[in-house]
């Protein structure tokens, strides 16, 4: 191959790829090669190029990055959409935005959820909950965690009039066409149950997630709509970033990570903690590139 700038070797493309798979983001990546005596510019330019072509699936090169490999490995924030105006009229009820962080492209937002719709809505899925699971990045399976976990339900896009409206709401708010969206997932946590850390987008390092990529375009961002009050804990946590949302009651966060080229944002890697008391419930919303067909 021709137009090698940066060699590795087969080892370290092995350990790369395979923590990569495991959910891995970069910049824990480079600092374990750092630890292992890499220099730091380095280190960080072949994990963010390791990353940035598996999370696209693209092939990775045997021996080695070209320079043009390098230079597309860095994300490309575009303008985000809760850049201007701090209120948003939307559904007869004024949007507010509380917080911004630019990397991620994150927007805290308050007024998304009425208390009544928030209420309406935990009725309705606590007879359908379901202990959840996560899909193992590397087989695609759902699979029980190890830790306490959450409990969760979809709801049909638009399957009643509450949802309906709340559906359309978002899909004004998040400026992407209401097809483009997943059902809405709720989840309830107990004290102590929390999500790991993950990604919204798919990685495409297996069949059901390459095969939904395939049908629907990749996840480009995400609403978490938070559906009661938690006195101590429960905060979405994006731990690569250093940021923290705290649940409240009709409140939001919003936050994105597939750009126009389909670059895939790592600071988007978040989770949720555990509620120190009482339980927290959230409802989430994901927009896809394009009409969201189910498998
Ligand atoms: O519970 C939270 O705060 C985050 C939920 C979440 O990450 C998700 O639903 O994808
Ligand atoms: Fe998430």
Redesign the pocket.
């Known amino acids: 191959m021709s137009g090698i700038d940066l060699r590795f070797t087969e080892q370290l493309r092995d350990w790369a790829l395979h923590n990569i798979d495991r959910g891995i983001p970069p910049a824990p990546l480079a600092r374990a090669m750092v630890a292992q005596g890499f220099d730091a510019r380095l280190a960080a330019a072949l994990a963010d190029t390791f990353w940035s072509m598996r999370a696209r699936g693209a092939g990775i090169p045997a021996s080695g990055f070209s320079s043009e490999q390098l230079a597309d490995a860095a994300y490309r924030h575009e303008t985000p959409c809760f850049a201007g105006p701090n209120l948003r009229a939307v559904d007869g009820r004024t949007v507010r935005v509380a917080a911004r962080l630019a990397q991620p492209a994150t927007a805290v937002l308050d007024n998304v959820l009425d208390p009544d719709e928030c209420e309406q809505l935990v009725a309705l899925a606590r007879p359908r909950l379901a202990p959840s699971t996560i899909v193992d990045p590397a087989s695609g399976k759902d699979t029980m965690s190890m830790n306490r976990n959450s409990e969760g339900m979809f709801f049909r896009l638009e399957e009643n009039a509450l949802v309906a409206r709340i559906d359309r709401r978002l899909s004004t708010l998040m400026r992407l066409p209401v097809e483009q969206g997943e059902g809405l997932q709720v989840l309830r946590y107990a004290v102590g149950a929390a999500?790991a850390p993950?990604f919204?987008f798919l990685m495409p390092v297996n069949e059901a997630n390459r095969q939904s990529i395939a049908r629907s375009g990749q996840r480009v961002a995400?609403m978490?709509i938070y559906l009661n009050d938690v006195d101590e804990g429960g905060e979405t946590v994006f731990p690569e970033a250093g940021f923290a949302s705290a649940p409240r009651k009709g409140s939001a966060v919003y936050f994105e990570y597939c750009n126009r080229d389909g670059q895939l944002d790592p600071l988007s890697l978040?989770a949720g903690a555990a509620p120190a008391s009482g339980e927290k419930w959230v409802l989430?919303k994901w927009m896809r590139q394009r009409r969201f067909v189910p498998g």
Do not use: L, N
């Open positions: 999500s993950h919204d995400t978490v978040h989430t």
